[in-house]
């Protein structure tokens, strides 16, 4: 078999970092492939506590490098995709004992004012007599500060990075797992396995001049198993959960508590109808596809919330669960809480060895500036093509301005009357000016074809399955939507059926064009 390079880079994750470093590497003219071994943000990138924020935490530990570039990065990710990102204000109690008020006050200060702050509103004090935010909490409060971050739809922001890199003629295969890797006359000979659900087991091998691995947790697996590095070490595992729970208040802010331990943790609205609190920091062992919340955590979370809230969280209020594990660069911090969030990249090959760039911990919230630095590697190493493009580029639906999501939304609305502000809005919400794509010429529910449960309809499985590699009921459910928390068992079976049905004929018209969904 003639081999010959044809790839530029292929990248191996479709993570947000191995999305973002796709999707701004095919903007630039580079040919790339990306595989993914299951579904696109099934790794940790649709388990986090999905904020785009600078960390105020991290100043306890000095990190003002990763806290000044991801206070920055918040309004232009904000801008590149209104509908998925927007501004949320937090609440932090101050509690007798903990963190002194002027402490917190001088970090909220920095944190207002070392990253670039235009549009997101300044932190202010909160007399907890008076102020709303009180009134689900413990009557123990005199004083809160309010600040500013932004919340994200994790698993969106990859997907449309995926869908945009797909756009710009990157290849994105999703269930298709890297099993080897090796170095051939000055290029990589990359083994794929196709693990598609519906479809029969397949090899395949491709060329590509550069490997990327932003494997995520796996990363020093694929370096051990796929590109043959035996003593691979460079991640610490650490371990997160969250609990969600039937809607604990009314107030649109969340809070963030602080906990005699010295952690702390966010009570977030989440899905309109529910309260997300997380997270927990703990190492972990073992096979990252394997992480679940431990009892233990779920008995932290419980506790730490009720330490705040007047009704207590208990377990019987949890309506669900998840847990992602962080593939933090190992630093030899003593505690997982302490390891750096900070990531790094580290290039190895070049100069007729075919090089390989290795992608180290980062942040959601820091994902876009990894990927233009980790293009700055790809030029130095593989010849530079275009320039940086991405902070003024909107992400797919995201084409309107940061603070015209109401206007659009009432576009929408106007557009089209029957659907009611609920699902308006959650359609908004979730593809932005897409949503026009999926509603086509209807103008009433029958046009959109059968209804799943809740306003669930085809026409919208159908964009999934066609533009978004959405294969299984999972990926529908949990990841493109979070509909999973609404619909019942016997509702998601019928998705379940339906997909097989249709994502079958879809993955076999992707492998016969070659460039991925749509
Ligand atoms: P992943 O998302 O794990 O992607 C790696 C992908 O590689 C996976 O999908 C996997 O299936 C694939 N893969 C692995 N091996 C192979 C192979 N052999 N072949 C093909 N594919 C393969 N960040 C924030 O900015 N804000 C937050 O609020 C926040 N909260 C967090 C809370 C928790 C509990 C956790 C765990 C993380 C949080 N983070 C947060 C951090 C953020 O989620 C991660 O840094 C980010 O998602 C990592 O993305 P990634 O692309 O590197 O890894």
Redesign the pocket.
Known sequence: MQVRPVYDVFV????????GIARDAAGRGYQVFL???????????????????GGLRYLEYYEFRLVRE?LKEREVLWRMAPHIIWPLRFVLPCTPGLRQPWLLRLGLFLYDHIGGRHLLPGTKTLDMKGDPAARPLKPVFSRAFEYSDCW?N?ARL?VLNARDAADHGSVIRTR????GAERREGVWRITLSNEHPHGAPAEEVVEARLLVN?????VD??LR??VGRNTAHNVRL?????IVVRRKYDDPRAYLFQNRDGRIVFAIPYERDFTLI???DRDYEGD??DVAIADEEIDYLCGAASEYFAEPVRREDIVSTY?????LFDDHASKAQEAT?DYVLKADGGEGKAPILN?F???????RRLAEHALEEIGRLIGEKGAAWTADAPLPGGEFAATAFADELRRLRDDYPFLSPRHAERLFRLYGRTASTILGKATSHDDLGRLFGHDLYEAELRHLVAREWAITAEDVLWRRTKLGLVLDDSEKDEVAEWLCEHAAGAEKEMHRHGTGAG
Request: glycine content about 18%; some cysteine.
């Open positions: 191996i994750g479709g993570g947000v970092n191995g999305c595989a993914e071994m299951n579904d696109l943000a099934s790794g940790t990138s649709s388990k986090a506590t999905k904020l785009i924020h991801a994200v994790d990859v298709t797992r890297v099993t932003a494997s995520g947790p796996w697996e694929v198993n796929a650490v371990e997160g959960g969250h997380g997270t927990t990252p596809s847990a992602g594990v962080r593939p969030r992608i911990g980062g942040k959601l919230t820091t994902y």
